[in-house]
């Protein structure tokens, strides 16, 4: 009778494992289908890379300063950004975040200039929210600097960004070089604009002094304090100082420091024409370039710059109806992604699709040097994560292309070549901390949050626990263990920075789900014990944040409110981060990790990739959030392809060695 029962069971039990099996293989199948076709031709995934509507609204501004404004893009332009206001007249920093005054602000601004009437009710909705936060006085800095020079606000309401910062040498503690990559580019730029206080005034219909809460002729032009710290009132009675010094007539380094900050931004103008590949230094390099002299109509720096925003590889999205502009463009880390997926996937290391990936990201490895080099001494080798960004490579780009490019099946000689120069460069970008930063070793000067116009988001680039993450997976691919001196010093960084709850904070995506999924794979990969209890914990924070219905979620508020700390509406890219951490510890069996398989394969949508509407990525915490559009589709499938390997007991993706 025992035999007779077993035998019954024993096919049901077949068949319930069958499908399974067959909706894995079928999910991590049509994921695969889904990024061959959107692969291009050259060998490169490249999706959208989607920010807030202040990238928009500020484009109509530059063309409106520039002097060549598009009177149908514009129209364009507000179209994208009324798509985006939210039923109470406002706008957000990311999908389904709270009002954002600078925001909001400047999209109105840039629709009245559009020609949208002030009495519409999108616009009054908008200024009565503005009113009710205390008007444009109330603004950013940054804000504020777009209107001054369009002539809505005073430039003796703005902090004093004096250019002969310049002129300080690079091993001062204050410098350009104090300051992160991104930072330093815009302030070089910045400094120049806001010595020469250009003003291109608005026509009478566009001006906003409806937008004041006690009349333009009653603004507070006082200069508040980013923190309410000593440090910080401190910065402000400097910036009184130097604003006293701004008004001498007499400045015997003035003009030697706008000729250096000068000669500074034009020695990095990028192939593409950008600076750093990011929309800030970008406009205003082409402001300050067009207040020194320079022409739009005439060959040269001004007119390269511009005409890159435009282009099969440009930074605008018009498909006729909306115009709309990204913040930075991420071909190089899409590419990376989307082959380690395909890699995890199961697909073979000689695929056509797979080698033309990697014999593009091999092109693009950086051979020349960069700001990196004014505290590294390590030769190049790095990658960045746009089309053309010679100078600023990352050490997290870096380690993404690496991990994906170790097993495929390309030229031996040159990928071993390309592998050990990227891996020198990243331990020799290692900071003193053991943990790595992602454009510059030992940017750590804390004081620079505190300088009065530093209130658009992060002002250096210390090391993070994601990065370094990633980083030591790379290593441990190519066979590094806890016995190699870099990455014990890594090893103790992570473990110093670990939170008191197990979570490991994301620097560069939203939040402990990203920094946890990202620091686990990374201790595997070394050798490291994954049941010693730090990473048990690790292990015990993620299984206790999965929702009911098998996925993970982490809302943006998460960065600021500890109730939301791992915590929020499942989504498919921090799932995929969840399972990858999970799996790294072992955890392939446990039935909180089959959920979240389940999860995945039963939300794929029709295409063959996921659907989400979460910012998942991160700028500067809260203050700057990204949309990746690939996001939803290359990480459920890794979380599915290693998931499917390592049920089955077959081998993890192949290492490779460095030559």
Request: proline fraction near 6%; aromatic fraction near 10%.
């Amino acid at each position: 009778m025992a035999s007779a029962t077993r035998d019954t069971q024993a096919p049901t039990r077949a068949r319930a494992a069958a499908v399974e099996a067959a909706d894995l293989d079928r999910a991590i199948d049509r994921a695969v289908d889904h990024l061959f076709e959107i692969q291009a031709d050259a060998g490169y995934w490249w999706a959208e890379l989607e920010s807030n509507v202040t990238i928009t609204a500020e484009h109509v501004f530059l063309r409106h300063i520039l002097g060549n404004t598009d009177e149908a893009e514009r129209a364009r332009a507000a179209a994208y950004i009324l798509a985006k206001q939210r039923a109470d007249g406002t706008w957000a920093n990311w999908f389904e975040g709270p009002a954002e005054l600078s925001t909001t602000v400047e999209a109105y601004v840039a629709l009245k200039m559009a020609g949208i009437a002030p009495d519409r009710p999108e616009m009054a909705n908008a200024r009565a929210f503005i009113l009710s936060k205390g008007g444009v006085e109330k603004a950013r800095v940054f804000t504020k600097i777009w209107l001054a020079m369009m002539g809505e606000w005073d430039w003796r309401g703005l902090p004093a960004l004096p250019p002969e910062i310049v002129l300080l040498p690079s091993w001062s503690p204050v410098s350009l070089y104090s300051f992160a990559c991104w930072a330093r580019q815009t302030i070089a730029a910045l400094a120049i604009v806001m010595d020469r206080k250009p003003v291109v005034p608005l026509p009478a219909a566009a001006r906003i002094d409806e937008l004041f809460a006690d009349g333009r002729a009653n603004a507070d032009l006082r200069v508040p304090a980013t923190k309410r710290t000593p440090r910080a009132r401190l910065f402000l009675l400097a910036d009184r100082v130097l604003r006293a010094y701004a008004k001498l007539p007499y400045k015997p380094l003035r003009e030697t420091a706008i000729r250096r900050a000068t000669r500074w931004i034009l020695e990095r103008q990028e192939a593409d024409g950008a600076w750093g590949g990011i929309q800030p230094p970008w406009v205003y390099s082409l402001i300050a370039l067009q207040f020194l002299g320079h022409r739009l109509d005439e060959d040269g720096p001004l007119a390269k710059g511009f005409a890159g925003f435009y282009g099969p590889q440009g930074f605008s999205i018009d498909d006729g109806e909306r115009f709309h502009l990204q913040s930075c463009l991420s071909p190089v880390w899409d590419t990376g992604l989307a082959a380690m997926a395909l890699e995890d996937a199961g697909v073979a290391s000689d695929h056509p699709a797979l080698v033309r990936a990697g014999t593009w990201l091999l092109d693009e490895q950086i051979e020349s040097g960069g700001d990196w080099l004014v505290r590294c001494s390590a030769a190049p080798g790095g990658w960045a994560f746009e089309f053309a960004n010679d100078v600023y490579p990352d050490t997290d780009d870096s380690a993404v292309v690496l991990l994906a490019l170790s097993p495929l099946d390309l030229d031996p000689e040159r990928k071993s070549d390309a592998i050990g120069r990227g891996a020198r460069w990243l331990v020799g970008m290692q900071s003193r901390s053991g943990g790595w930063g992602a454009f510059d070793r030992n940017n750590t000067y804390t004081w620079t949050r505190d300088i009065p116009f530093a209130d658009f988001g992060e002002m250096i680039d210390p090391p993070s626990v994601d990065v370094t993450g990633h980083i030591v997976e790379f290593l441990g691919r190519v066979g590094r263990s806890t016995s190699d001196p870099a990455v014990r010093k890594a090893l103790k960084y992570l473990r110093r920075e670990q939170e008191e709850d197990g979570a490991w904070y994301g620097r560069w995506g939203v939040n402990l789900v990203y920094g946890t999924g990202a620091v686990l794979p990374g201790l595997a990969a070394v050798g490291e014990d994954m049941g010693a209890p730090y990473v048990r914990r690790a292990v015990e924070w993620l299984l206790a944040r999965q929702n009911s219905d098998g996925g993970w979620g982490e809302k943006i508020e998460g960065y600021y409110d500890p109730a939301w700390r791992g915590r929020g509406p499942s989504t498919a890219s921090q799932t995929g981060w969840a399972l990858l951490g999970l799996l790294a510890a072992g955890e392939v069996d446990h039935p909180a990790t089959k959920r979240g398989v389940r999860y995945l394969i039963e939300t794929q949508n029709a295409a063959g990739g996921w659907d989400e509407e979460a910012f998942t990525g991160t700028g500067f915490p809260t203050d700057f959030m990204i949309r990746y559009h690939l996001y939803r589709d290359v990480f459920p499938l890794m979380a599915l392809g290693r998931w499917r390997r390592q049920a089955s007991g077959a081998p993890p993706v192949a290492k490779d060695g460095v030559r």
